[in-house]
T-cell receptor, first 115, second 113 residues
Framework: KAGVTQTPRYLIKTRGQQVTLSCSPI?????VSWYQQTPGQGLQFLFE???????NKGNFPGRFSGRQFSNSRSEMNVSTLELGDSALYLC??????????????FGSGTRLTVV | SQQGEEDPQALSIQEGENATMNCSYK?????LQWYRQNSGRGLVHLIL?????REKHSGRLRVTLDTSKKSSSLLITASRAADTASYFC?????????????FGQGTELSVKP
């Protein structure tokens, strides 16, 4: 079966712009989480959606937002980009409805560079 | 920081040797997972151990969990050059509201042919 698909793979944006990243989970998976990975802070949890509802949110400013559609596809948006937003953004899907009792399946990520 | 710690930060070994990575965490957990990441790409799930388990095996991987010490170790036996990657432990907190993994800082493993 198809894995988790993230688009685009690479993105270059200018400070102040906004960006939207997309994630298509494994078919049948209803939980989608987003993570930011940087050399300095490592892997940090952004938010998680289950059945179109945000269930959990990490410690990121309100410039970071997301949503999930009825087909479980998810998007995350970052507004007013800052240089520090340059990172690898990873999406992960899970079948579990109450938090992962199995491992997550991650996408290959979107590499965002803010200049 | 909520993140756990891994040690060593980097490990270099020869093919055929065993590699051991350690992870410590801070909160009570539901389970602990190990992931591999090749060259800044996506994470690949390796193995999951539940809080009521002490040891688990999967192929050349052996994971142990000591909840009293809030620590875990990952052993890769008979390593291969293809095992070269970064390895992360990730915990699911017992209070988890949904979908949150707390990652360690990772161990960079280099296996030389």
């Amino acid at each position: 079966k198809a894995g988790v698909t993230q688009t685009p793979r690479y993105l270059i944006k200018t400070r102040g712009q906004q960006v939207t990243l997309s994630c298509s989970p494994i078919s049948g998976h209803r939980s989608v989480s987003w993570y930011q990975q940087t050399p300095g802070q490592g892997l940090q949890f952004l938010f998680e959606y289950f059945s179109e509802t945000q269930r959990n949110k990490g410690n990121f400013p309100g410039r970071f937002s997301g949503r999930q559609f009825s087909n479980s596809r998810s998007e995350m948006n970052v507004s007013t980009l800052e240089l520090g937003d340059s990172a690898l953004y990873l999406c992960a899907s899970s079948a579990s409805g109450t938090g992962p009792s199995e491992g997550y399946t991650f996408g290959s990520g979107t590499r965002l560079t803010v200049v | 920081s909520q993140q756990g710690e891994e040690d060593p930060q980097a490990l270099s070994i020869q093919e055929g040797e065993n590699a051991t990575m350690n992870c410590s965490y801070k909160t009570s957990i539901n389970n602990l997972q190990w992931y591999r990441q090749n060259s800044g790409r996506g994470l690949v799930h390796l193995i999951l151990i539940r809080s009521n388990e002490r040891e688990k095996h999967s192929g050349r991987l052996r994971v142990t969990l000591d909840t009293s010490k809030k620590s875990s170790s990952l052993l890769i036996t008979a390593s291969r050059a293809a095992d070269t990657a970064s390895y992360f432990c990730a915990t699911v907190p017992i209070y988890n509201q949904g979908g949150k993994l707390i990652f360690g800082q990772g161990t960079e493993l280099s296996v030389k042919p």
